[in-house]
């Protein structure tokens, strides 16, 4: 418990707002936020909801996230996830500076991911020890996916534990049919074919929208041979600040 506990602090450190907004520099006073939520389906299966909150710097931003189980799938697992990354732009681009995970589920299966600019700290248990790993390369999954501005030009991405080969193959203007509960109408569509460490390949696709003056996913889709094709749909109902 106490390594959990200095871990958690020490993340807490490392991605913290600066707690003083009077007396902050312009570049370091939040320029836009929002807050995202996302439907999780299979198939016709409501499996949960993931939220998401980003807040814009001139030169940085930070992500909050959770994602909860819905009760339906909880009838065969729960799945349950916090999550956090803070990162600065280069080049156009997002890139993650630290990222934690922190995950847990009904066959008690615990989790926890700390990566910070020269490290990943990992807790694969409640039980175990920490091991120290190399970082992977590339910008987080939820950055590079969620939040891209155009489709993502990066040849990584990385879920702070492991890195995932990516490449875009194909880009496209699209439209959302008409929704009452998710977001609809003219959008671009970004197909990547994304390789895990198995050298499995399929296929991400990501249609996205402009929302607020900022690029979105506003529908991800992941090709799974064999089974339904798990799927985040950006509500409407979104919350702003």
């Known amino acids: 418990m106490k390594r959990y506990l200095s871990l958690l602090l020490h993340f807490a450190a490392l991605t913290a707002a600066p707690l003083q907004i009077a007396t902050a520099a312009p570049s370091e006073l939040p320029i836009a936020s929002?807050?995202?939520?996302?439907?999780a389906l299979l198939s016709t299966l409501n499996a949960g909801t993931l939220t998401l909150e980003i807040t814009e710097f001139e030169d940085k931003y930070e992500i909050l996230g959770r994602f909860k189980s819905s009760r339906a799938l909880s009838k065969y697992y729960t799945w349950n996830g916090l999550f956090a990354a803070k990162g600065h732009w280069e080049e156009g681009a997002r890139q993650t500076d630290g990222y934690f995970v922190r995950s847990e589920g009904s066959d008690?299966?615990?989790?926890?991911?700390?990566?910070?600019?020269?490290?990943?700290?990992?807790?694969?248990?409640?039980?175990?020890?920490?091991?120290?790993?190399?970082?992977?390369?590339?910008?987080?999954?939820?950055?590079?996916?969620?939040?891209?501005?155009?489709?993502?030009?990066g040849s990584l991405l990385h879920d702070g534990e492991d890195f995932y080969p990516v490449k875009t193959i194909k880009r496209k203007l699209t439209k959302l049919g008409q929704s009452d509960l998710h977001v609809s109408g003219k959008a671009q569509e970004c197909v990547y074919r994304v390789s895990d460490r198995k050298q499995r390949k399929r296929k991400i696709y990501v249609t996205q929208v402009q929302q607020q003056g900022m690029t979105v996913a506003a529908k991800i889709r992941v090709a799974i041979s064999f089974f339904p094709d798990p799927t985040f749909r950006l509500r409407r109902q979104y919350s702003t600040n």
Do not use: H, N, W
């Open 108 to 153: 008690d299966r615990f989790k926890m991911v700390v990566l910070s600019k020269r490290e990943v700290r990992l807790l694969d248990g409640i039980d175990e020890e920490f091991t120290t790993l190399a970082r992977p390369g590339g910008t987080d999954l939820i950055s590079g996916l969620f939040f891209s501005p155009g489709c993502y030009a």
């Open 34 to 39: 929002q807050i995202l939520e996302y439907d």
